[in-house]
DNA sequence: TAGGCCATCTGGTCCT
DNA sequence: AGGACCAGATGGCCTA
């Protein structure tokens, strides 16, 4: 295949766009698909190289100004998602005043605390359930007052040792 | 000093 | 066409 060839295979859309666009994160870290192997990049790469040199922007004043502004996107976007992960920390339950979560274990974190409070209320129908006279007069918050979550950390030793808990997965 | 975390830049891809 | 989203690269800062 010739590298014109080549270039032409590449830009062709291999999977739907439905598939394409989840780049998800796998407890195991090495999901690898054939669209980010090394391989793959580097072909990529020349191809993004001899399409450079063919069809240059009008000027490069103008590729300039957009990609700068392109920057600025993308930096609000960033601050953006770092604020998302500001609120979701200030809600997150038994965390010493000093301490800052990174982003990997706010969302671990957050992942396990939702995780014990499904748990808790599943404890409170049971518990409900079992009582003589079902009077189904238990809210959820009285519930969650009555059994409060017991919260499994993230793994990592940092956490761990601020918050003196058992961490799992 | 190595490793972890982060912000930023960048180019590619998808969507509107 | 332009914006949003994404992942790779890079460099700075901090800590064990």
């Keep these: 295949m010739s590298p014109k060839e080549q270039c032409a295979d590449m830009s062709a859309p291999k999977t739907p766009k439905?598939?394409?666009?989840?780049?998800?994160?796998?407890?195991?870290?090495?999901?690898?698909?054939?669209?980010?192997?090394?391989?793959?990049?580097?072909?990529?790469?020349?191809?993004?190289?001899?399409?450079?040199?063919?069809?240059?922007l009008s000027s490069d004043v103008q590729r300039g100004k957009r990609r700068s502004k392109a920057n600025d996107r993308e930096r609000h976007r960033m601050h953006n998602l770092n604020s998302a992960l500001d609120a979701l920390r200030s809600i997150l339950p038994g965390l010493p005043e000093d301490t800052k979560l990174t982003k990997i274990e706010t969302l671990r974190f957050a992942h396990n605390y939702i995780w014990a409070l499904t748990?808790?209320?599943?404890?409170?129908?049971?518990?409900?359930?079992?009582?003589?006279?079902?009077?189904?007069?238990?809210?959820?918050?009285?519930?969650?007052?009555?059994?409060?979550?017991?919260?499994?950390?993230?793994?990592?030793?940092?956490?761990?040792?601020?918050?003196?808990?058992?961490?799992?997965?």
């Design 119 to 169: 748990e808790t209320l599943r404890m409170c129908d049971q518990q409900a359930s079992n009582l003589p006279e079902h009077t189904g007069s238990l809210t959820e918050w009285d519930c969650i007052r009555q059994f409060p979550p017991k919260i499994n950390c993230g793994q990592t030793t940092k956490i761990k040792s601020k918050l003196g808990c058992v961490g799992i997965n």
């Design 18 to 56: 439905s598939t394409l666009k989840f780049r998800g994160i796998f407890p195991t870290g090495n999901f690898q698909s054939k669209e980010s192997s090394s391989e793959h990049l580097a072909q990529k790469k020349k191809c993004a190289t001899l399409e450079a040199g063919r069809s240059r």
